[in-house]
């Protein structure tokens, strides 16, 4: 993968943020074990009510990262990857650069992966589909300049990672995991 490979790395943020953005991914949706399985595995629309309750994993989420020091700097994802750029998202409604980078650019990651992503209830939609639906929310769901930034790496990145059912994307996903973290963890044990 190049080096330019991530979406933070695209949009040129430094190590500590692409760590921030990091567990955030991880964590993002930590806060679902709060959520009844009625809801989480509805495989309909969930109505008024239940989509109050769905929104809930973010506070949930938000209480479980605040229970660990390390985890600090996933707040800015699990707290705010709802957010969009308008200022329609939830949980603060916060608009524009309000929102953390971070949340920002996983909320971009984050649809492109559940649009071209096989789920039990829905096939991936095709790369070109994914990016039309990306550019009708420039400006509204995301960061235009952030979309960019995505719009220019992600292609390389579909077509190597998308719906594989070996084990490169995870051997890749330890491989940036080490080559963020391995200089931390290293300096933990001397």
Partial sequence: MPEQGLPAEAAGLDRRTVQALIKG???HDVGKIG????????????NDEEYAEMKRHVTHGLDIVRRAAWLADAEAVVGHHHEKYDGSGYDARLKSDAIPVVARIFAIADVFDALTSRRPYKE???FDA???ILERGRGAHFDPRLLD?????ARPLHDLLANRDDAY???EAQRIVARY???????LLV
């Fill in 25 to 27: 991914a991880f964590l």
């Fill in 35 to 46: 959520i009844p399985d009625h809801i989480l595995l509805k495989p309909g629309k969930l």
């Fill in 124 to 126: 991936p939609l095709a």
């Fill in 130 to 132: 994914a990016m039309e």
């Fill in 149 to 153: 930034a995505f719009a220019g790496i």
């Fill in 169 to 171: 994307p995870r051997q």
């Fill in 181 to 187: 973290f391995k200089q931390d963890l290293e300096a």
